[in-house]
Structures are given as C-alpha cells and as structure tokens.
C-alpha cells in the first residue's frame, strides 16, 4: 500500500461537509494496534474494493482497487481481509528485521 498522508486517524479527521460526509462514512476496524477502514465505491455496477491502514503514528497508507464484487457487503469484506494481511505481513517483517 502507498502513503495516504500523515493525518492521525485517531484523532479525528477533518471534518467534511454533510452531504460529503454521508457518503464517504464507512466502518473502521481495530486490529493489531492498527485501524482498517476497508471501504466500497460503486464502479460500473459493480463495487470497488479499497482499504486505508492507520498505523499507531497515525500514518495511514491506502490500497489501489483491491478487486469488483457484485455487492458492498463483499467488497469491504474482501478490503477487511486485506488490510489484515497487509498489517501481518508488516510486523512480520518488523520482526524477522529485528
């Protein structure tokens, strides 16, 4: 995954208009110290599959398109499932560095 930027998702973000707001909420998830927040965007009737990764620092790194399934639900299952992958391959490579 690539930098996102250095805005701590703990913290809070910026806050959006209301219409804007509406639209992009989704569901974080805490895993490891981390916070996933695996994200659905409608593409060409189907659903776009992305995450964005909050590490502890507040560094949040997002996916490209990860896949297109046929509803939201599958999609931001599939982008929960990779942001998982993607924080246990990044402490597994903090360790065997270590």
Do not use: W
């Not at 995954?1 to 974080?28: F, I, N």
């Not at 949040?60 to 896949?67: N, P, Y």
């Amino acid at each position: 995954m690539q930098p996102y930027g250095s805005e701590c998702c703990r913290k809070g973000r910026r806050k959006l208009s209301d219409e804007r707001e509406g639209a992009m909420l989704q569901p974080t998830v805490t895993y490891r110290g981390f916070v996933i927040t695996p994200m659905a965007a409608f593409d060409g009737g189907l659903y776009a599959a992305m995450t964005i990764v909050c590490d502890g620092d507040g560094i949040q790194r997002a996916s490209g398109v990860l896949g297109h399934f046929a509803s939201a639900d599958d999609a931001r299952a599939y982008a929960l499932n990779a942001g998982k992958d993607d924080i246990d391959r990044r402490l597994f490579q903090a360790s065997a560095a270590a």
